[in-house]
């Protein structure tokens, strides 16, 4: 039976779906489906633009259907049957009819309490690790290949001692060693010791195989060639993670560039996941910037930034360009503790740079808890496994990163 | 509020200089034979100087008035002149032992 006028609204109960079904249409034909519905059976499908986007759960659920015409689709209450034989009656090219699913977050995480707000350093471990729920973790990256394309690494830091690390400069007469400190910070976050020497626990991959790229020079500034190379490198080393704390500013309206997003592609097809930093440039509430290259390609995960109140970082750039320039997921990025070149050891430092190894070292964690997951499977893996934040999705994407527990 | 960065005049991409740097994606199909359009690059005037056959990339150098031509080269998916990156990180504080080790000290 066809619910025509029904205010049943659809009750969780654990089922898997709603009780309505989902229609798509040939592109271009939702109104004259809808009129040809109304003519058929007397259902009157209100139109998703014509509500002025109040297209709440409740406007879903008290219709008698709902017509999305941008996108060529319908919701319609009823048995699945008789709406299927309607619609073909209608339309007879629609092309799937499916039953509505009730959808949900995975990787559900325990919410953290407004009292634990604002996370602070402790004698164990960095806010960041326990935002990102990494000391509980039973995964240490292990197995996992992990590359840090950046201004180099200081291949004798003690907290790193015993670690086979590879390594490869990419940037003439500069050899791997770090002397601007950013690198080592990155590596630090994403891949540092479960126990380093004199300090609280900062990283989050502990066990990851470290695969270090220098592609910046010591003022930490290089050329797309350097960190293409960089990136073709990691991924004839099989390195699942590639992380590149580095960008440049794109203006509203731009289009992503076409160079990285070939090459994010195929690192993707190859098993390689890259990740990079949305951009610092936003001085928040005045103004927001968009999501700067490489991080605005599709295939890239764009990592926004948090304070320890899992506030939006008054600099994180925002979603603002469509078609790859969207915020993925945000991390950790203010006042965080990571590992320093010789002789300082440690040091603290803010920015979507500090924020994107955190995404890097999650990602490592679930690449070693999924072992079939590589590349695009990874990167779904990961944009599931977040917690919400009350913030646009303009500015956080699906929410805070959470490491697999 | 405001939204975006309004693109000065001045920040044309290379503007004023007349041979670029640039990167070439060849196309998914041509990355086995990344040599033959290489050498297809280089007889419309491409300075090649690196081949990332990973990824599917060629890297080199190219007079401005060539790029045109280089983007209708057949297998070449793409054609950008190279630009600079830099980090993304705000202030980085050295020295920040003293407060680690304060910390450790707690424990």
């Not at chain 1, 979603?319 to 002789?343: T, Y």
């Not at chain 2, 040599?35 to 990973?54: K, N």
Request: net charge neutral; proline share 6%; with cysteine.
């Amino acid at each position: 039976m066809i619910h025509c006028g029904s205010r049943t609204r659809p009750v969780l109960t654990g089922a898997k779906h709603t009780g309505r079904q989902l229609v798509l249409f040939r592109q271009g034909a939702g109104r004259t489906v809808a009129e040809a519905l109304r003519r058929a059976a007397g259902i009157r499908l209100a139109v998703s633009s014509d509500l002025d986007g109040a297209t709440s759960r409740t406007d879903l659920a008290l219709g008698e259907g709902l017509l999305f015409e941008r996108v060529g689709a319908a919701l319609i209450h009823g048995d699945p049957d008789q709406a299927r034989a309607l619609v073909r009656r209608a339309d007879p090219r629609a092309l799937i009819i499916e039953p509505e699913r009730y959808v949900r977050a995975s990787g559900a995480v325990q919410p953290l309490s407004d009292a634990a707000l604002p996370l602070r350093d402790t004698a164990f471990e960095t806010w960041g690790l326990k935002a990102t729920r990494a000391l509980s973790s039973r995964y240490s990256g292990r197995g996992i290949r992990v590359a840090i394309l950046d201004t180099g690494f200081d291949l004798g830091h003690p907290d790193f001692a015993g670690r086979g690390i590879a390594s490869r400069s990419f940037v003439a007469e500069l050899p791997v060693d770090d002397v601007n400190g950013h690198g080592t910070f990155c590596a630090g976050v994403a891949c540092g010791p479960e126990q380093p020497r004199d300090a609280p626990r900062y990283g989050i991959a502990s066990a990851a195989e470290l695969h270090v790229a220098r592609v910046l020079d010591d003022e930490a500034s290089g050329t797309d060639g350097n960190v293409l190379a960089g990136i073709d490198w990691a991924v004839g080393h099989n390195c699942a993670v590639i992380s590149i704390s580095l960008g440049s500013p794109v203006y509203l309206g731009d289009g992503y560039p076409e160079v990285y997003e070939h090459v994010a592609a195929r690192a993707l097809a190859a098993g390689s996941l890259l990740i990079a930093p949305a951009g610092n440039e936003s001085q928040r509430p005045d103004s927001i910037a968009p999501v700067e290259h490489p991080a605005n390609c599709p295939s890239v995960v764009a990592v926004g930034a948090v304070g320890p109140s899992l506030e939006v970082a008054p600099f994180s750039n925002g979603g603002l360009n469509p078609n790859g320039g969207e915020v993925s997921l945000v991390a950790p990025g203010i006042a965080i503790v990571s590992a320093a070149p010789r002789p300082d050891l440690y040091q603290t430092g803010s920015g979507t740079s500090m924020a994107t190894p955190f995404v890097a070292g999650v990602a490592a964690l679930l690449a070693e808890a999924r072992p079939a997951a590589r590349g695009a499977a990874l990167r779904k893996l990961l944009l599931e496994t977040f917690r919400g934040l009350a913030a646009p999705v303009r500015d956080v994407g699906v929410g805070l990163v959470q490491a697999p527990q | 509020m405001t939204y975006g960065i309004r693109r000065p005049r001045s920040q044309r991409p290379d503007a004023s200089l007349s041979r670029v740097k640039v990167a070439i994606a060849v196309t998914d199909d041509a990355c086995a034979h990344i040599d033959e359009v290489a050498a297809a690059c280089r007889r419309l005037g491409l300075e090649h100087t690196s081949t990332l056959a990973g990824v599917g990339v060629l890297l080199g150098s190219v007079e401005l008035a060539d790029l045109p031509k280089l983007r209708t080269l057949p297998r070449v998916a793409a054609v950008e002149i190279k630009r600079q990156t830099r980090i993304c990180a705000l202030a980085v504080r050295r020295a920040a032992q003293d407060r680690a080790a304060a910390l450790v000290a707690s424990r």
